[in-house]
């Protein structure tokens, strides 16, 4: 039997090269070993502020680049949190089971709602409460997440564990699935922050959509220092993140790619990067390009994703119910 993984990915902001290389590569690789469900978690989106037009835009984009980065439909699950409704009705339960003092001390709830005070929505509140439904319906054994997403997968672990003491065995435990050291891409514009999908600045990140032109433009415009040697020294950030950047889509020993840059100069680098980016991300996008030319498809994915994992959902939920006394 394969474990079972669950992931959530949010359909906001634009996916870049730090997200292939940290998290979809890893999940594409992973289909032969592992179970995976793929959520895209538009419920979430909702917690803050969206355009309606721009989410439903970036449902389908996400979806399209999880397919282009290789995750497979068939031997996957790939659905839209939406359309599955247990993951809002079991949210509720659990709801009724969190003290408000676990969700006070979350700290990506305390971080997101500084800027926003009162206005801060209830949902984003309860943001953990849903993300442990997501992870609980389909008995997930494994989570992968960023060090960022830690704490709700321990939340959901609280949760399951209160549920099950005051029930009987009914939730299972999950465990999270932490990356070892694995790449971490900074921002161009500024290489001590990581390169995130919300920062809005136009040459922090290499989205993986990005035109040959906008890529060519954004790297020649990163960050370096004004010594001159190209070398892997994490002193030098800037131009240690290029060299990573270089690194990951060549999959050249680093030895190597040294010695290939020896006696050349920033421009030169920048230049030959460039291209390698351009040249690496173009399958990817002609295969993005392909499966959404037309929007029906991907569309038909989702309702048949959403089919695949709904009797899993159904059945947990089922339990959850009878165990509390509903209906
Ligand atoms: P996020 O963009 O924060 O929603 O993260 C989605 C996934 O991409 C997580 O598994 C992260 O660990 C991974 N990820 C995000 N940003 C980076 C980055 N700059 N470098 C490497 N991995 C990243
Ligand atoms: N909160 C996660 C993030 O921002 C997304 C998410 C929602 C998730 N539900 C999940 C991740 C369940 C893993 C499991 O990245």
Redesign the pocket.
């Known amino acids: 039997m394969k474990k079972q993984v ?5 359909p906001t902001g634009n996916i870049h090269i730090g997200n292939y290389f940290g998290a979809m590569k890893h999940w594409a690789a992973s289909q032969a070993e592992f179970s995976n469900i793929f ?1 895209i ?1 538009d419920l ?1 989106a909702i917690t803050v502020p969206q355009d309606p037009q721009v989410l439903k835009v970036k449902i389908r984009e996400v979806a399209g680049l999880l397919f282009a980065a290789g995750i497979n439909w068939q031997e996957s699950a790939v659905f839209l949190q939406s359309q599955v409704s247990a993951h809002a009705e079991l949210a509720w339960i659990l709801n009724c089971f969190i003290p408000t003092g676990w969700m006070k001390r979350m700290t990506q709830f305390k971080e997101k709602s500084e800027k926003m005070k009162d206005e801060v929505s209830v949902g984003l509140f309860d ?1 953990p409460a ?2 442990a439904a ?2 609980l319906l389909y008995e997930a054994d494994l ?1 992968p ?2 060090e960022d ?1 830690k704490q ?1 997968v321990e939340f959901t672990r609280d949760i399951a564990q209160r549920f099950n003491s005051i029930y009987g065995k009914t939730l299972k435990v999950p465990e999270p699935l932490i990356p070892k050291v694995g790449a971490r891409i900074m921002g161009l514009d500024d290489p001590s922050k990581k390169m995130s999908k919300s920062e809005g600045k136009s040459a922090h990140a290499v989205n993986l959509l990005d035109s040959p032109d906008i890529i060519r433009s954004k790297i020649g415009r990163a960050t370096t220092d004004s010594l001159r040697e190209i070398r892997f020294d994490k002193n030098r950030p800037g131009i240690y993140n290029l060299l990573v950047i270089y690194e990951l889509f060549t999959g050249l020993a680093r030895p190597d790619i040294e010695r290939h840059f020896q006696g050349k100069g920033y421009a030169d680098f920048k230049r030959e990067l460039a291209e390698v980016v351009v040249e690496g991300l173009r399958p990817l996008q002609s295969r993005y390009h392909e499966l959404t030319a037309d929007p029906k498809y991907i569309d038909s994915l989702f309702i048949e994703g959403a089919s695949k994992v709904r009797p899993t959902a159904e059945r947990t939920l089922k339990k959850v119910k009878e165990r509390v006394g509903l209906g």
């Open positions: 669950f992931s959530g990915i949010q959520c978690v979430h943001y849903l993300m997501d992870i989570v997440v960023g997403q709700h």
